[in-house]
């Protein structure tokens, strides 16, 4: 019997981003269509942001809103384990990016309920309990791809690049094919970036 060869992804999320999101979302179409095993982290546009004085002030608020819901994620995988994080971050997301909903303290909790969690992890809102795990977590993605880049970071069979960004989500054997296409780039040895200046907002669908 001829055992297919599994594709192994890393992927670090910031539950903040729509992009992310977007991303979050094609990843989940790719694992029905090829052969993929998906390990879930998080990572932190708030760490990553972190001391900057030149942002704009609307950018500032939102890395504040940010530490919110990555330390009740890294909370979460902290007490529950890894396999926890996906339907978290599936939880917040719907709520968040489709919902429009702030990532205010009810909106985390429902998330949390979703999920199968404890109500409780919320109070890792305002926490710097787990924050050393939040930033080695952070540390692990963003190293891999350079700090003048975001989330989300894509790791691909040992091979991290930022991106893909796209809208709206590829579903189906579309997004098979974008993810053969990532297989490919990661499989040719010095290759670093395609890139284009975005006409498109998220389309969440």
């Not at 981003?17 to 390990?39: F, G, I, N, Q, Y």
């Not at 939880?91 to 489709?98: D, E, Q």
């Not at 999920?115 to 891999?144: C, N, V, W, Y």
Request: glycine letters at 10%; proline letters at 7%; charged letters at 25%.
């Amino acid at each position: 019997m001829t055992t297919v060869e599994r594709d192994q992804a890393h992927f670090w999320f910031d539950p903040l981003c729509p992009w992310a999101w977007m991303t979050s979302r094609w990843m989940l179409e790719v694992e029905k269509v090829r052969p993929v095993d998906v390990t879930w982290h998080v990572m932190s546009l708030s760490v990553l942001n972190e001391g900057r004085d030149d942002l704009p002030q609307r950018y500032k608020d939102l890395m504040a809103e940010g530490w919110g819901p990555v330390r009740v994620c890294i909370a979460a995988e902290q007490k529950f384990g890894n396999e926890v994080l996906l339907p978290l971050y599936t939880a917040l997301g719907t709520r968040h990016h489709p919902g429009g909903r702030a990532y205010d303290r009810a909106t985390i909790e429902e998330a949390l309920v979703e999920a199968g969690l404890p109500t409780e992890l919320a109070d890792a809102m305002d926490s710097t309990q787990f924050d050393h795990e939040l930033r080695r977590s952070h540390k692990e993605g963003i190293t891999q791809v350079g700090e003048d880049v975001g989330t989300p970071v894509i790791s691909v069979n040992g091979v991290a690049f930022f991106g893909p960004v796209v809208t709206p989500a590829p579903k189906g054997e579309a997004a098979g094919k974008l993810w053969d296409g990532c297989v490919l780039v990661a499989g040719t040895p010095g290759f670093y970036e395609l890139k284009r200046t975005r006409t498109q907002g998220p389309i969440f669908d």
